[in-house]
């Protein structure tokens, strides 16, 4: 989860009485004292002060909602492959799909933001804050690239069992073509290639084999590898998170 939540707060509307105490703006870990979040007014007129506001805060918000989106979704997907149905696949896979375009609307919003001019520096502004406000779009693009990684491993596997299940017959179009075709019967274990067993996985691990029984269940075992691919992802986008945080933070204090 991001950290800004108190930045994005100190950002738009400054609170008559003291804060609470700040926290990281990309982990929600406590800030130490020596570099609390200051509460950054509107008494100076200043490119950088107007940038964290206008630009910064809405740039961390969307970065916040996405990685939210992210962690729904890896839920998500858990639930769809341990828990799902034949039946109960077809409703998660429209709620997952769903989940999709709303971190399509959201890293849009961070991409946005990035592209903003009020990440660029008038020419009057002072050096620091002319580094600063270029420090911070470059690392809150790399958290955009990694969250972009996110949605196309998302958006991959949503697309991917579609696709999938798309050319898989109903129970009762296939008890119809067993009475009408007996010599099917036959070729019960030997689907064609628009039939499928399982949900595939081929963008996360080479997973082609793991079904061999229409209807079975995923392995625990598998269902964590997939998982642990979806955490190092998460893992990668904090990290650049964090580096963000760390030229965030200090750009707050040029605006006391």
Same mark, same amino acid.
């Given at each position: 989860m991001l950290v800004l939540a108190a930045l994005v707060i100190a950002l738009a509307t400054p609170p008559p009485t003291p804060a609470p105490a700040p926290t990281n703006p990309f982990n929600l870990n406590p800030i130490p004292a020596s570099s609390a979040l200051p509460i950054i007014g509107t008494?100076?007129?200043?490119?950088?002060?107007?940038?964290m506001r206008r630009t910064v805060a809405p740039a961390v918000v969307a970065a916040m909602k996405n990685d939210k989106t992210y962690d729904g979704f890896r839920k998500s997907l858990w639930d769809y492959t341990v828990n799902g149905t034949e039946v109960s696949r077809d409703l998660k896979l429209m709620q997952m799909d769903r989940t999709v375009q709303s971190m399509v609307k959201s890293v849009d919003d961070l991409e946005?933001?990035?592209?903003s001019h009020g990440f660029d520096s008038p020419p009057n502004a002072a050096q620091k804050d002319a580094q600063a406000l270029d420090s911070m779009r470059q690392t809150l693009r790399g958290v955009l690239e990694s969250q972009k990684v996110q949605l196309d491993v998302m958006s991959g596997f949503v697309e991917t069992e579609r696709m999938s299940r798309f050319g898989r017959m109903s129970e009762s179009e296939a008890s119809l073509q067993r009475a009408t075709s007996p010599e099917q019967t036959q070729m019960q274990n030997h689907p064609n290639a628009t039939a499928t067993d399982a949900p595939s996985y081929a963008f996360l691990r080479d997973s082609s084999n793991i079904? #061999?029984?229409?209807?079975? #269940?995923?392995?625990?075992?598998?269902?964590h590898s997939l998982d642990r691919d979806l955490g190092d992802l998460a893992?990668?986008?904090?990290k650049r998170e964090d580096n963000a945080s760390k030229v965030i933070i200090p750009a707050t204090q040029l605006c006391k």
């Open positions: 008494t100076r007129s200043r490119a950088l002060c107007s940038a946005t933001a990035l592209n079904f #061999k029984n229409p209807g079975s #269940k995923i392995s625990l075992d598998v269902a893992a990668v986008t904090s």
